[in-house]
């Protein structure tokens, strides 16, 4: 259940009660891919730095271990020792990023594993079988992801046929979630909004997911092609048709500034790789703004890669000795560096909810959105 506590303009200060634990939003989800975070980070770890949800991936874990293993280890909580609230993807946006070959029609898709070529068929009841066997708290439905821009009338054909989905996800997952051996039974179900760059196909299928009741909402299909300036004009249309209490969710996105300004247009839920990945490239976000630790002037600057941040990394090391890490090739360096990115992320949450709280989000943002997105 999701409880709004305040709002301040658009931008919404809420709590989502789940059966493995209470959400406070505005929320960053760490994405743990195959069930655990890329850099060498444990579910401890992501206790350690103030995660509130973990993220995995539908199509990922089926390939390998595959989910009948997941169940029988219990489910994805006890397999990777994570007791707060999980939330599984589809599996819709690796069809669409990694798949070379697939051909989709009203059943499902079929397409290639990118580890092995071997051919999978993906279909909304499928999605929902796997998701349901992880025991994820939040399964997404199943979707079609296109790349922007997309011809109109494709768009429209996929909005229309990512309904239809929709509603075969629903049926499925209360069939799963009556059945005995059930994990999770209390398995949410969030529906994604598509519809590319176009305004009345977005709203149009809007209004028709927010018509089934379900758990929470998602705006899919950006960060895909588009400019950051599209990409909050769609959230700024979607919006008024968003259901008002249940979760808004922003799927994949993105830079501290993008988070700012989707909370500021009234997104509860984010998830995104880019933190991990920038900090696997020695990419540290800081309180001051981008820094790239490869650079020579920091060989021997004996400061934290951020003064003002608390997490292990910060507390413990230099940036000197860090670079030296990331030179030397160590595997420790990408372990600091993304505690410190996802540390940073989580806590950037918890000042957005602090300034929601005192209702200062509208100073709070316009000095922050300055700052965050600068190179040093």
């Not at 429209?156 to 049926?171: F, M, Y």
Request: aromatic share 8%; charged share 25%.
């Amino acid at each position: 259940m999701f409880n709004k506590i305040k709002t301040e303009g658009k931008a919404r200060r809420g709590c989502f009660t789940t059966v493995h634990g209470t959400i406070q939003t505005p929320v960053f989800m760490n994405v743990g891919t195959a069930a655990a975070i890329k850099g060498g980070l444990s579910s401890l770890d992501l206790k350690d730095i103030g995660c509130q949800v973990e993220l995995s991936n539908t199509y990922h874990l089926h390939v390998r271990p595959g989910e009948k293993i997941v169940k029988e280890m219990g489910g994805l909580h006890k397999f990777m020792n994570w007791d707060r609230p999980i939330l599984t993807d589809s599996g819709g946006f690796q069809v669409f990023s990694l798949a070379k070959l697939r051909n989709i029609t009203e059943e499902g898709v079929t397409f290639s594993s990118h580890i092995d070529g071997k051919r999978i068929f993906m279909s909304p009841e499928m999605s929902m079988q796997i998701q349901s066997a992880l025991a994820s708290t939040i399964a997404m439905a199943f979707d079609e992801c296109i790349e922007n821009p997309a011809p109109r009338n494709y768009v429209q054909k996929s909005a229309d046929r990512t309904v239809r989905w929709l509603q075969r996800c629903k049926n499925e997952m209360q069939r799963l979630s009556a059945l005995p051996d059930t994990i999770n039974p209390n398995q949410l179900l969030f529906g994604i909004n598509q519809g590319g760059t176009y305004a009345d196909i977005r709203i149009e299928n809007m209004k028709a997911i927010a018509q089934m009741d379900l758990d929470g909402y998602a705006i899919g299909g950006l960060a895909v092609g588009e400019t950051a300036e599209e990409m909050y004009d769609i959230i700024e249309t979607v919006e008024p048709y968003m259901t008002d209490h249940k979760p808004r969710y922003l799927m994949g996105v993105g830079t501290p500034v993008n988070i700012l300004e989707a909370v500021y247009r009234g997104v509860d839920f984010f998830d995104c790789v880019m933190p991990s990945r920038n900090a696997r490239h020695g990419h540290i976000f800081t309180s001051s703004g981008i820094l790239n630790i490869m650079n020579e002037k920091y060989a021997q600057d004996q400061t934290p890669l951020d003064p003002n941040c608390d997490c292990q990394t910060c507390r413990n090391f230099s940036r000197s000795y860090i670079r030296h890490l990331f030179k030397a090739k160590e595997m420790l360096a990408m372990r600091l560096a993304v505690i410190h990115n996802l540390r940073f992320y989580n806590r950037l949450m918890e000042d957005i909810r602090l300034a929601l709280d005192e209702n200062r989000y509208e100073s709070f943002y316009k000095q922050q959105k300055e700052i965050l997105g600068k190179r040093i």
